[in-house]
């Protein structure tokens, strides 16, 4: 029987090694006689799969994305007024167009190197502006997760605050009122259990503190819609020196009273409303906002102002050295990551609309609520709430509600349903048509009707004494770009400032900067995946749980596992998801003592950070010259402290890049030792298809879905960390409050969503299902040939410096620049590299005066002798200032990156050619890619960290 099938390959799409001839020509170069022969000599035999995966053959784009459309078909697109922090949205076509759906700003890497990343930097930047300038308070950073994150987030970084201050008591409650968002409360009870703080929820109307209270969590305006500024309550707290946490709805804040005038310490909360769809979930920027006096141990990323090397304004990440790969262990946040694309977004919302243009829809939100309120009361119906933005609360009978739901659901509507209460929470999306299918609702159960007049003019019910008083927004940038014409330009003014895959490849390791495809992304912005609620009943979002259930059951049998929670939306919340419920585990046993985890000195940062806010305690083990994990000093401290293991967290490969040959040793005497073993999965682009975590011995691992499986890096986020789990764990994967998920002993919610980030699962699920079983296995194998591609080019002149036993390196390797620092700095060699055209590798990690290397499979041939030949030309410029030919403080490395007001100026004072300088190889005159600005100077960004737009006399003066 003959079938007729697509030619059209999407391994072959993805892969950027596919002809005969490039194949070969490399595998000369790295000296093997096979591909087949190079995975022999890189990944050990005993830890190699037998057999193929599980999984069908790939799709072909044409194919999977009309099997998606009916897929998408099955979820039902209903008329959300849910509420609880996701609203509808409208999001501003040109933003959609330019920024969401476009490469340029999607697939950029985080903004580690300033010099070719101002333009999402400046983005970010004012992202911080719009949330200081609403919230009130001097200092925001560039995103978190989400709101209930960000919360717990303010917790832990009072906690820290407070306890460090404090010499007698210990200071270990935090409140939590009663009208805080249910999933929020969720998060902030799971963050909490580990850490020893005790959560007490209740009416702030009538709590006293005690002397254990360390901080308050209120929300602005309440679940139930309220909207009143707890003055009175606040000041009793700050009285007291406690902190106030403030969970505050941005968009209300164009009209309520800002929390920082009112005495909030933070104000955390979620910009989806500006423009992000819901998308079952997320991806959303969330907030956090704080006083001055904490932006040195605020969570996340800060973007701030700096110079470059000839005085120029110069954006940068300021303060990196609070990353935790600096503190580690000693880090109060794991925070890896932020959600930068979608905080972009939301900053252009802002942009767009200025400050006139959001209290206007936030005026038309609230007018429609305060007339739907009145109708609703004519009608007989009561409301609990007199004072609201958006949200009505409706007390109502039992019967009486359900009669409702059963209309509202038979025209395709959603409140929320609560004990004798229904909210409807009015958005952006609510005009005429819609508001007047939620008064046939309550027109039918009341049996009577009511006038269709939607007259919106000077309709206010906001008290006097709770309205906002304040301006903000006044910066030039927020007042400029209001056409589309004006906004469109801008967007590409940034997107010229930044490189992204769409101009080279981006060689990160350990980061895994592989093609997202147009085919994996389009399907985001679908209306029948952006559009839904993430607390949506289950019989609407059929199509997303087939979609779910699939990926997971890939996913799993990817890594050998059983079981699997799409929940943790960051790899390092994947992390401290897969330790909790290795914690629960040892708790369920009777060994709640468990509490002591082992740790390589490779690690990743977040893994230490990760096991403290999992409430272990770190043992550090070595690692030996080769760069692999000291058995015999592993051994020593598992013996040593084998009442008390609980987990060992290992990275495979190896952060060095190395399949170690003693993995499955170093797993079975962990659980010898009473202990369970947690991988961590940032370099699962060596395994999929060859290995697995099962295999090698683990018990658990997060992946990365934002490497691996190809959902872009968005200039530092979004990303997804799900975690797989065997039998034994399984029980107690994470819950959560509104939608059933999770083990049948699982802790409480890690993330605002059920699932996470939802929509851009659809990215991974499109990867597995366009790539196929053998199109995975596949991948990894060009991964890997790749990486030792360029290994094979460089190391006669430059030392790779960890290997496998067989003289090979995975899927990355490290290149050690250290023989060289009496010439130049790694740093130097980084910011040479941008002239060539590429970002610079992984900078001193794991090992300082290093670079990591990892090409990935999507890059072709051409691509990667490109950046060989740009690194050969560079060890060039190196000798050049080793033998004395060039000025050995005044040169091309040392004065990288040329920018091209440097190059272009009128007159050239350095002692090498302009053509030196900005085109030292021919390829680059064809395509150059320019550093907006020189190098950034971080010291002096630091002692002086200013992280808002600057203010608008400073425009005045120029």
Not at 3 to 14: A, E, Q
Not at 21 to 47: F, H, K, R, W, Y
Not at 754 to 778: H, N, T
């Amino acid at each position: 029987m003959s079938v007729i099938k697509s030619t059209d390959k999407f391994v072959h799409r993805h892969n950027g090694i596919n002809k005969t001839e490039d194949l070969q020509q490399m595998l000369d170069t790295i000296g093997v006689n096979s591909l087949d022969q190079l995975i022999d000599e890189t990944v050990p035999a005993n830890i190699r799969l037998e057999g193929s995966l599980n999984l069908p053959e790939g799709q072909s784009e044409f194919e999977y994305l009309q099997k998606l459309k009916q897929l998408a078909s099955k979820n039902k697109v209903y008329d959300s007024y849910i509420g609880m922090g996701y609203y509808g949205t409208i999001t501003p076509a040109p933003i959609l167009r330019n920024l969401f759906e476009n490469p340029g700003w999607y697939t950029q890497y985080t903004p580690y190197q300033a010099e070719i990343a101002q333009g999402r930097l400046e983005s970010l930047l004012n992202f911080q502006t719009m949330v200081s300038d609403l919230t009130g308070l001097p200092i925001a950073n560039a995103s978190l997760l989400d709101e209930g994150t960000a919360a717990a987030e303010a917790m832990s970084m009072f906690y820290g605050q407070k306890n460090k201050r404090s010499k007698t008591n210990e200071f270990n409650e935090i409140f939590v009122d009663s009208n805080v968002f249910d999933q929020t409360l969720d998060i902030i009870m799971t963050r909490a259990i580990p850490l020893g703080i005790n959560v007490v929820v209740g009416d702030m109307n009538t709590y006293q503190a005690t002397e254990h209270t360390f901080a308050v969590v209120v929300q602005y305006p309440g679940k139930d819609g309220k909207a009143e500024v707890p003055m009175d309550f606040v000041s009793a707290m700050r009285e007291k020196d406690i902190f106030v946490v403030a969970c505050a709805d941005l968009l209300s804040l164009t009209l309520l009273k800002e929390p920082g005038a009112w005495g909030a310490n933070a104000v955390v909360g979620n910009t989806q409303r500006f423009g992000v769809p819901m998308g079952f979930g997320g991806p959303h920027a969330a907030y956090f906002a704080t006083e001055e006096k904490y932006k040195r141990v605020i969570p996340g990323r800060i973007i701030g102002v700096s110079k470059d090397k000839d005085g120029n304004k110069a954006l940068r990440m300021a303060l990196q050295t609070r990353e935790q790969h600096i503190r580690r262990e000693k880090a109060t946040s794991n925070i890896c990551t932020a959600q930068a694309l979608l905080a972009n977004m939301a900053a252009m919302y802002g942009v767009y609309h200025g400050p006139e243009g959001l209290k206007a829809i936030a005026n038309r939100i609230h007018a429609t609520t305060v007339l739907l309120g009145n109708k609703l009361t004519s009608l007989g119906f009561e409301l609990n709430n007199k004072t609201f933005f958006d949200t009505l609360s409706l007390n109502i009978d039992t019967s009486t509600l359900e009669k409702v739901r059963h209309l509202a659901e038979e025209r395709g509507i959603n409140f929320f349903y609560g004990a004798n209460e229904i909210r409807i929470s009015v958005d952006e999306t609510c005009f005429e048509d819609r508001m007047s299918k939620v008064l046939d609702v309550f027109e039918q159960v009341a049996n009577k009707s009511v006038d269709r007049i939607w007259d919106l003019e000077s309709v206010d019910a906001i008290p006097a004494d709770i309205k906002r008083a304040s301006d903000y927004m006044l910066h030039p940038v927020f007042n400029s770009y209001h056409t589309e014409s004006g906004i469109m330009r801008y967007l590409k003014t940034l997107e010229n400032r930044d490189l992204s895959l769409t101009h080279s490849m981006i060689s990160l390791g350990s980061c895994t900067m592989k093609l997202n495809a147009a085919s994996e992304m389009i399907p985001v912005s679908w209306p029948e995946f952006s559009t839904i609620h993430p607390f949506a009943p289950n019989d609407q979002v059929t199509g997303y749980h087939l979609i779910i259930d699939e990926l997971s059951k890939a996913l799993c049998e990817i890594t050998g596992f059983t079981d699997c929670s799409l929940q943790p939306n960051s790899g390092a919340q994947g992390e401290y998801t897969g330790l909790m419920a290795i914690r629960q585990y040892h708790i369920s046993r009777g060994e709640a003592h468990r509490n002591v985890a082992i740790i390589p000195s490779s690690a990743h940062g977040t893994n230490p950070a990760s096991a403290v806010m999992a409430g272990m305690k770190v043992v550090v083990v070595a690692c030996d010259e080769r760069g692999n994990i000291d058995v015999v000093d592993l051994k020593a401290k598992a013996d040593e402290h084998k009442e008390n293991l609980s987990a060992l967290m290992v990275t495979y490969p190896s952060t060095h890049g190395v399949f170690e040959t003693s993995i499955r040793e170093i797993c079975d005497y962990i659980h010898a030792s009473g202990g369970m073993v947690y991988m961590d999965g940032a370099n699962m682009n060596a395994q999929v298809g060859l290995t697995n975590p099962a295999l090698i011995g683990a018990d658990v691992c997060h992946l990365n879905l934002h490497k691996t499986f190809a959902i872009p890096h968005g200039g530092g986020g979004p990303g997804m960390g799900p975690i797989c789990v065997n039998d034994h764990l399984a029980p107690f994967l994470p819950k959560h409050v509104f939608i059933e998920t999770g083990g049948e002993q699982g802790t409480s919610a890690v993330s605002a969503a059920p699932f996470g980030s939802a929509s851009i699962l659809l990215i991974s699920y499109g990867y597995i299902k366009m790539l196929g079983a053998q199109g995975l296995v596949d991948a990894t194998k060009i991964a890997i040939l790749n990486a030792n591609y360029i290994k094979a080019r460089l190391e006669g002149e430059y030392s790779v410096l960890y290997t496998g036993d067989n003289g090979r390196a995975a899927h990355e390797m490290i290149i050690d620049l250290r023989p060289f620092k009496a010439f130049v700095s790694a740093e130097d060699v980084a910011k040479r590299l941008m002239d060539y055209g590429f970002h610079a590798p992984t900078l001193s990690f794991p090992v300082a005066g290093t670079i990591m290397i990892e090409p990935t499979e999507s890059e072709d041939l051409a691509e990667l002798d490109r950046f060989c030949d740009a690194f050969l030309q560079i060890k060039a410029e190196i000798d050049e200032i080793a033998r004395g030919d060039v000025d050995g403080q005044d040169n091309v490395l040392a004065n990288a990156p040329h920018c091209l007001s440097l190059v272009t100026a009128d007159e050239w004072n350095q002692p090498y050619s302009r053509s030196k300088a900005a085109y030292p190889l021919d390829y680059i005159r064809a395509q150059k890619f320019w550093p907006t600005i020189r190098r950034v100077d971080n010291a002096q960004g630091d002692r002086n960290l200013i992280c808002t737009c600057p203010p608008l006399e400073s425009y005045m003066e120029e």
